[in-house]
């Protein structure tokens, strides 16, 4: 298909994907039109309805001032809010859909942060321009009919048929406007599947260290949403690439140095990545974050413990270890949600102990603490094991997965006959207390433990099982 032929097919689905929000655009085109305002249905959704990809949020821009657009909106929508009218931005929701209505905005930047002096702008064009990127500058006039008339004075929709992220401007000076501009063109990359300019990613490479002016907390936004991506690898690629990476998150870099123990195909950052994409083949549903961070990084502590072996081998001894802990550094700097970093520093110590389990020689004790450890990552952790079989020997990655097979049936067999999800000791704290004669204290939590790790070992225990065991704990300890 030439181009001209897919551009008139894009832009035919685009016209229907429009006509079938007929019943929000008609009556916002009918209101702004009659109060003798321009309203433009602009950037991301546009380019969005181009691509068959058009969701229920919906971005406009209009010469109306905020306060007219308040006013405009009162009677219409189910709900209206004005966060961000500094902005000049006001939001509502009608039905399913949340509507942003942005008043033309010709903004300045003082290149100290990234929050720009809001200057209202007088034409569609003044507003396109200052956009970050030619595929977000286009534009749909919505008239009291809908959707009147497309609107693209950057040529933004040849960029997108050619599956390219560039800049209005030189993005030099759109990155010095706003640094997270280049973390956005690597997001694309994921979301889309495009690749930046020539240019941009010169421009990237050049400015990489201005992006320290960002917040961790916008930074860590605009990673989940590349890591969540369709194409996350080919995002992380161009980070390391233009070394973007290395003021972000240095310790993916950091493993392109060292060389995966193996020594047949992979370093260990090549192999980061195809266990990054092969535990996404894995998922069942929607993208998982936990499952995609815990595939990237789950060899980041190999740098720091690589040792040269006698006779040329190298090992990483206790890399999971170190790994884990070094995830809990970068993301807690890049504030991440406690319970995010938990779980992905959890998977990464976790990730390798499947390879103590041989040919099924673990103890029933073995695989209950495993499943214990793991809790409500278990899932999570069996996808990233599976994820991390990257060698090209078939027998050995075929030997891999069967041995994993194995350990999941045994799991599902402990499972059925003894309920491993909720390992708990075989009496509780009131019937220790009764069996001792003690009163609640330390020392209660003490046999509790023991009665747990007692019922690891043994699986579960009778009443009088449990209640011996505890008397002859009770007299050792003395």
């Known amino acids: 298909m030439t181009d001209p032929d897919r551009r008139t097919r894009l832009m035919a689905s685009a016209a229907k994907a429009l006509r079938d929000l007929s019943d929000v655009l008609v009556p916002l085109g009918e209101s702004f039109d009659d109060a003798g305002h321009e309203l433009y249905l602009v950037g991301g959704s546009v380019r969005d309805a181009v691509l068959g990809r058009l969701s229920g949020d919906l971005d406009f821009t209009t010469d109306a001032r905020p306060e007219q657009v308040a006013a405009l909106l009162a009677d219409w929508a189910d709900a209206l809010w004005d966060t961000g009218i500094d902005f000049g931005t006001i939001s509502a929701r009608k039905g399913e859909h949340i509507v942003e209505i942005t008043t033309f905005r010709s903004d300045s930047y003082d290149r100290v942060g990234r929050n720009p002096e809001v200057v209202y702008g007088h034409s569609l064009d003044d507003d396109l321009v200052r956009r970050d990127f030619t595929i977000n500058a286009m534009a749909v006039r919505i008239g009291r009919d809908g959707p009147a008339e497309f609107c693209d ?52 490479s050049e400015m990489s260290g201005q992006i320290d002016r960002i917040t961790a907390e916008r930074i860590r936004v605009e990673l989940d949403k590349t ?3 369709e194409y996350p690898v080919e995002a992380v690629e161009l980070m390391v690439e233009s070394g973007l990476a290395e003021r972000v998150i240095p310790e993916v870099p950091g493993m392109k ?43 980041i502590g190999k740098p720091a413990t690589r040792r040269h ?90 030997r891999l997965q069967e041995n994993y097979d194995h350990l999941e049936q045994r799991i599902t067999e402990l499972q059925a006959a003894e309920d491993l999800n909720r390992v708990r000791p075989d009496l509780d704290g009131n019937a220790i207390m009764a069996l001792l004669g003690i009163p609640a204290g330390p020392v209660v939590g003490e046999a509790w433990r023991y009665l747990k790790e007692l019922r690891l070992d043994r ?19 003395g």
Not at 310 to 332: D, I
Not at 368 to 384: E, I, M
């Open 309 to 398: 072996e006698t006779g040329g081998g190298v090992s990483f001894h206790h890399h999971e270890v170190v790994g884990a802990k070094l995830v809990r550094k970068r993301m807690r700097a890049l504030k991440y949600p406690k319970a995010v970093v938990d779980d992905v520093s959890q998977l990464v110590f976790l990730h390798l102990r499947f390879h103590g389990y041989g040919d099924g020689q673990w103890t029933d004790s073995a695989v209950r603490r495993y499943v214990t450890d793991a809790g409500p990552l278990l899932d999570r952790l069996h996808k990233l094991v599976r994820a991390d079989c990257t060698t090209r020997n078939r027998r050995r990655a075929r």
């Open 153 to 204: 004075p950057l040529d933004g929709i040849t960029a997108l048929l050619a599956g390219v992220i560039d800049t209005p401007a030189t993005p030099q000076e759109s990155f010095h406007d706003d640094p997270l501009r280049m973390l956005r063109a690597v997001r694309f990359v994921s979301q889309l599947g495009f690749r930046v300019a020539p240019r941009v990613f010169d421009a990237i």
């Open 257 to 299: 140095l060292t060389i995966d123990e193996h020594h047949q195909h992979k370093d260990v950052y090549q192999h980061s990545l195809t266990v990054l994409q092969q535990a996404m083949d894995l998922e069942e549903s929607d993208p998982d974050l936990v499952l995609r961070w815990a595939a990237l990084l789950h060899d």
């Open 459 to 477: 699986g579960p225990l009778s009443p009088e099982e449990a209640e011996e065991a505890l008397r002859e704990w009770w007299a050792q300890r």
């Open 227 to 229: 890591v969540l991506g």
